[in-house]
Each structure stands twice: as structure tokens, then as C-alpha cells.
């Protein structure tokens, strides 16, 4: 069984500073990936980035990019110059190996400070 | 850029009555999902549907629960008779077949509220 493991419940940043955002997963696919979704108070599930288990670079896409170790079993999520309309909850989710369903983490609360 | 959309946003409904709740995904995806999202909790798989069939379900997803696509651009979820507990945010997520991330796409989501 697929697991996903966000041990943060909550972090604060202030503006314009990275931040790292945890997960960790336990598989036994050999194949599979890694998403992160942005939730914002509104409700709805917004795509950020996604990284193969066969990828041989880290994702980026803009101001995230994925902190990929996979021996380790951890996908962590970057976020760079941080904004205060990334305040959010943020999920960590992994697909099987035959993208039937997504397995999320508990998520993470992301707070901005000015 | 084509976007997976659902009706209504929110509903209220009377514990034991059904509930349909609608979604259109995305016009050339093929496999279709449901997740559950109790307030203030992780996001929950329900079911896939692909070639008119269920091709994977939750424990979630018992004899209360039924999906279909009833003609070529609606997936539904049907709740016989609803309980407290089914009160939560309901997402429809669709995919394209052949897609090398798997990729599922998320619609905004119906708030059910059971009273």
C-alpha cells in the first residue's frame, strides 16, 4: 500500500524567504510520481509540480521545485521568494504505478508573514 | 484552457435523502475520479472509472455510493441515502489515456452539507 507522510502541520515564512515544505512516502511500485497541490481558503485543488520516480532531474516550475532524494524516500517542496498569496494549505500526493488514484498526505498549512 | 468543471458548488441536503452531484470533465480525458475531503482533512480516493466501468474503489466507496456517466460529457456520483458524516468537499478529477505523468486534472470541487 501507497503511503504519504507530511509531518508539518503548520509552518510560518516570512516574505521573500524560501521555504521547504516535508513529505516523505513509502511505495513498493517501481514506478510512480509525486505531486504537490496548492489549496487555497477557496477551496479548490490547484496543480504545482510533479516529479517522476524515474526522473533524473528535480522538477522546477517557477518558484517550486521538488527536492527529489529517493533513496531516502522524501519529495520536498521549495518554495522560493516567498508571497503572501501562497498562504495555503499545501498536499503531497502520489500516483500508482498505473495512475488509477492518487494517494495525499495530511497537508501542510502555509502561512506568509509581511 | 479546458478545465474539469461541477454542480453545484455547494449543496444541503436532509440526512437520508440522495444526492447526485454533477461533474463535465475534460472533453478527450477517459479516466474519471471522485475524491472526498472532510473539512479540514487530507484528501480521500473514492473511485476511478475508465471504458464505463469502476476500475478501482476506496473502502470509502460502499453500496451507499454509485458513479456514472450517463452520456458523453457528464460523470456523476450518486449517495443513496445520505449520512452526517458524508458532509464534505467532493472532487471530480479527470486524466487523458497515454499520458506519461498521469496527470489528473481537478475540478473546483461541490460542498456537501448534510443536515
Known amino acids: 500500500a501507497q503511503k504519504i507522510t507530511q509531518t508539518q502541520p503548520g509552518m510560518f515564512v516570512q516574505e521573500k524567504e524560501a521555504v521547504t515544505l516535508d513529505c516523505t512516502y513509502d511505495t513498493s511500485d517501481p514506478s510512480y510520481g509525486l505531486f504537490w497541490y496548492k489549496q487555497p481558503s477557496s477551496g479548490e485543488m490547484i496543480f504545482l509540480i510533479y516529479?517522476?520516480?524515474?526522473?533524473?532531474q528535480n522538477a522546477t516550475e517557477g518558484r517550486y521545485s521538488l527536492n527529489f532524494q529517493k533513496a531516502r524516500k522524501s519529495a520536498n517542496l521549495v518554495i522560493s521568494a516567498s508571497q503572501l498569496g501562497d498562504s495555503a494549505m499545501y498536499f503531497c500526493?502520489?500516483?500508482?504505478?498505473?495512475?488509477?488514484?492518487?494517494?495525499f498526505g495530511a497537508g501542510t498549512i502555509l502561512r506568509v508573514k509581511s | 484552457e479546458p478545465e474539469v468543471t461541477q454542480t453545484p458548488s455547494h449543496q444541503v441536503t436532509q440526512m437520508g435523502q440522495e444526492v447526485i452531484l454533477r461533474c463535465v470533465p475534460i472533453s478527450n480525458h477517459l479516466y474519471f475520479y471522485w475524491y472526498r475531503q472532510i473539512l479540514g482533512q487530507k484528501v480521500e480516493f473514492l473511485v476511478s472509472?475508465?471504458?464505463?466501468?469502476?476500475?478501482?474503489k476506496s473502502e470509502i466507496f460502499d453500496d451507499q455510493f454509485s458513479v456514472e456517466r450517463p452520456d458523453g460529457s457528464n460523470f456523476t456520483l450518486k449517495i443513496r441515502s445520505t449520512k452526517l458524516e458524508d458532509s464534505a468537499m467532493y472532487f471530480c478529477?479527470?486524466?487523458?489515456?497515454?499520458?506519461?505523468?498521469?496527470?489528473?486534472?481537478f475540478g473546483p470541487g461541490t460542498r456537501l452539507t448534510v443536515t
Open positions: 516529479q517522476g520516480s524515474y526522473d533524473q
Open positions: 478529477a479527470s486524466r487523458e489515456l497515454g499520458q506519461v505523468r498521469y496527470e489528473q486534472y
Open positions: 500526493a502520489m500516483r500508482d504505478e498505473y495512475g488509477n488514484k492518487l494517494v
Open positions: 472509472f475508465y471504458n464505463n466501468e469502476i476500475s478501482e
